[in-house]
Each structure stands twice: as C-alpha cells, then as structure tokens.
C-alpha cells in the first residue's frame, strides 16, 4: 500500500515535454562549454570561401568573410547564455530580498518598492533595454543590465505575493511571537516556501533574458563584433539574407529553440511546485 505522500510527489514529477526542453536547454548547455575548448572550430579561423551553404568542412556553411558558422553559432550560445544567466542570477537575487522584506513588513517599505516596480514595469522591454544601454553604452554590461531592468518588476511583484502569503501563516506568528530577529524569520521561514516561486520564475526570465540579449544584439546596442552572440549573428546574417540564408537560419532555429526549451520547462516547474490547486486557495 502506497504512503499518501508517494502519490503526492509521483503527481508533480515533470512531465515528458518538460524533460524534453530541459533535456534541449542541457545539451545548449553543453554546446556553449563545447565552445570554450574550440570543440567545433576557431570561430576567427577562416576555413573556406565566402558565403557557401552547408557541406563538409563546413556544415552550417560560411560566413562572408570565409569563417565556418559552427563555431561562431556555439560561441553565440555561449554568450547569450552567459549574459543571460548571469542576468537571471543578478534578478533572483535582488527579488528574493527586496520582495520578502516587503511582503513581509509591509507598511512604507512595501509602497516603495512596489511604486518602483510599476515604474519600471510600465516601460516597453525593448524601450527600456535601449534607454540603459544608450546611458550605458553598447556592450554586455548593457545586455545584462537591460535584461536585470526588464525581468525585476515580475519577479518581484510575484516573490512579494508569495511572501505575504507565507507571512500569514500560523509557524511564521509564533516565530515573531517566540523573539526570533527578522533575518531568521525571513531566511529560515519565508524564503524556503517562496523558493519555489522564484525557481519558477527564474526559468521565464531567462527565456525572457535571452529575447532582450537577442533583440539588443540585433539592433546594435548589446554585444559588439567581433565577439558573437546569437543576436549578433541574426544582426549580421540579415544582411546576406537573401543570397545565403543559412547565416541567419542556424542562429534563428538556436534561439528559438533555446527560448521555447525554457519555457516549456518554467512550466513544468510552475507545475511541479505551485500546484494548480494551491494557486487556486492563494
């Protein structure tokens, strides 16, 4: 006879399209690591002519200066993902804190910070990736701070609803009641049963991380040449759109193949730790 908790957990485990875009975000993973050792090539070696389609020598064909695009498409998934990620670490970080400190105290705390996440959450993504980097300047630090910009006010707002719900539970009074300082209570109590929220929400911004990354390389305000990024390669391939489309083909099918993994393993996670039926009673 099985124990009530074995049918609870048999119930969230990921679903098969979940395993499916985490096992796609892996092997991105992999390809990305794959490009620090120069698994596929040197992405400056120039191997061939210019501009040929896929063959052998050069299987996601050249570039028009004669360099093999498989190397400068995995060093493109390197930075992106790179950028990306780190961006995400950056958000999580400042959500975690800023939203379980004001949910948990509530009060004038609570209204700054929420009137400074509707300020930034009225701006337009992409509006608001190329105001920083115009402040900025071009470059990664814009990518990453652009992409902390855009992805905070959510991830906030979210961690905050979490943390308020969390704070009105029974363990959370009687630790305030028992003495415990606040580092204790929101570290001990607060952020583990909000953990999952941010899990989960860390997995949307990282697709939504990588869109920005994308656009802002695209419109020449991200990661400058000769360095590549995803955004970089669609950005220079488009020019050479119609006479070798298989410049901006192989990073196109990448990125969108990296954004659609994510998101549908940020959905099997939502599933796995905010049941549907516990968002329902929150």
């Known amino acids: 006879m099985n124990r009530p908790g074995q049918t609870r ?5 990921l679903d098969p399209l979940s395993l499916t875009g985490l096992g796609c975000l892996l092997l991105l993973v992999l390809v990305a690591l794959g490009s620090l050792v120069h698994a596929g090539g040197d992405p400056d070696a120039i191997v061939g002519p210019r501009l040929r389609p ?19 498409v995995m060093e493109g998934v390197g930075t992106t993902l790179l950028l990306s990620s780190a961006a995400v670490l950056v958000t999580a970080a400042l959500s975690a804190g800023f939203g379980i400190l004001a949910g948990y105290r509530g009060g004038y705390l609570n209204e700054l910070v929420m009137r400074v996440v509707e300020l930034l959450y009225s701006f337009p993504a992409i509006v608001l990736a190329i105001l920083v980097a115009a402040v900025a300047g071009p470059g990664q630090l814009a990518a990453v701070a652009s992409i902390v910009l855009v992805t905070i ?9 979490a943390a308020v719900a969390v704070a009105e539970r029974d363990y959370v009074t ?3 009641i028992s003495g415990a300082g606040l580092p204790r209570i929101l570290g001990r109590h607060i952020l583990p049963n ?7 929400q860390g ?4 697709s939504v991380g990588i869109s920005v990354e994308g656009g802002l390389s695209f419109l020449g305000f991200g ?8 955004g970089v390669l669609i950005r220079q391939g488009g020019t050479y759109m119609m006479a070798a489309p298989w410049l901006i083909i192989g990073p196109g099918v990448v990125l969108v193949l990296a954004i ?5 393993l940020g959905d099997g996670l939502r599933d796995r730790f905010e049941p549907r039926e516990t968002r329902a009673l929150i």
């Open 9 to 13: 957990v048999k119930e969230r485990r």
């Open 54 to 72: 896929p063959g052998p020598g050069w299987w996601l064909g050249t570039d028009n200066l004669g360099r093999s695009m498989l190397p400068r």
């Open 153 to 161: 006010p959510l991830m906030i707002r979210l961690v905050r609803a």
């Open 174 to 176: 009687a630790a305030a």
């Open 194 to 200: 909000v953990a999952g929220t941010i899990a989960v």
């Open 203 to 206: 997995t949307y911004a990282l």
């Open 223 to 230: 990661v400058q040449p000769p360095q590549a990024s995803l």
């Open 260 to 264: 659609l993994s994510i998101n549908v």
